[in-house]
């Protein structure tokens, strides 16, 4: 059971209840509606990470997955291991991340750049000059911040989902595009 309540949306204030019923009837999304004012924009800001980004969605995904196994976040890596395959990711690359396997045969050496950026993102804060000079040879300087972004997001998603012991929902895939985020 999760530590803080799921909002219903018969309850909510307009805002949020347009925002919540917008959305795909996830408990993360209901825990998050508890910030009511921030809530309809956050669902944007979503949106827009999962949508609207010059950043190919691949890569964004892959990130995504970096980001959740190095929080031991399950609820995370439930909802985006099918979100990363509807993208490119092959069973073998979501495997690859699962087991912490960043340098595995199945990703390119772009892909590597992008998972050794967000490990030193998440761990560190400060990723190497190193990684940070590779990472910048590979992508435009929008696409580093649009995955510094993503980066961001999906920590701030990990630790509401484990600070609140969100219980996990069904994944929904693809599904989400059509929703917030």
């Given amino acids: ?15 949020v209840r347009e925002a919540l019923q917008a959305a795909l009837p996830l408990n993360f999304f209901r ?15 979503g949106g827009t990470l999962l949508k609207d980004l010059a950043l190919d969605p691949l890569l964004r995904e ?24 509807s993208v490119g990711a092959t069973d073998e690359m ?9 340098e595995a045969d199945c990703f390119s050496p772009d892909q590597r750049i992008v998972l050794q950026f967000t490990t ?24 580093v911040v649009e995955l510094l972004m993503v980066i961001g997001q999906y920590m701030m998603i990990a630790r509401v989902a484990a600070a609140t012991d969100l219980e996990i929902d069904k994944p929904m895939g693809a ?7």
Wanted: charge should be negative; hydrophobic fraction near 45%; charged fraction near 25%.
């Fill in 31 to 45: 825990v998050m509606a508890n910030a009511e004012t921030a809530f309809p924009d956050w669902m944007r800001w």
């Fill in 1 to 15: 059971m999760s530590r803080l309540p799921c909002v219903n949306p018969a309850d909510a204030p307009a805002p």
């Fill in 62 to 85: 892959i990130a995504i997955l970096r980001v959740a196994r190095l929080s031991d976040v399950r609820y995370e890596w439930v909802q985006h291991a099918p979100i990363a395959r």
């Fill in 120 to 143: 030193e993102v998440v761990r560190d804060v400060r990723p190497s000059d190193e990684t940070a000079t590779a990472l910048t040879g590979l992508l435009s300087p929008r696409e």
């Fill in 94 to 102: 979501v495997h690859a991340l699962g087991r912490d396997e960043i």
């Fill in 175 to 181: 599904g989400v595009y059509g929703a917030g985020g």
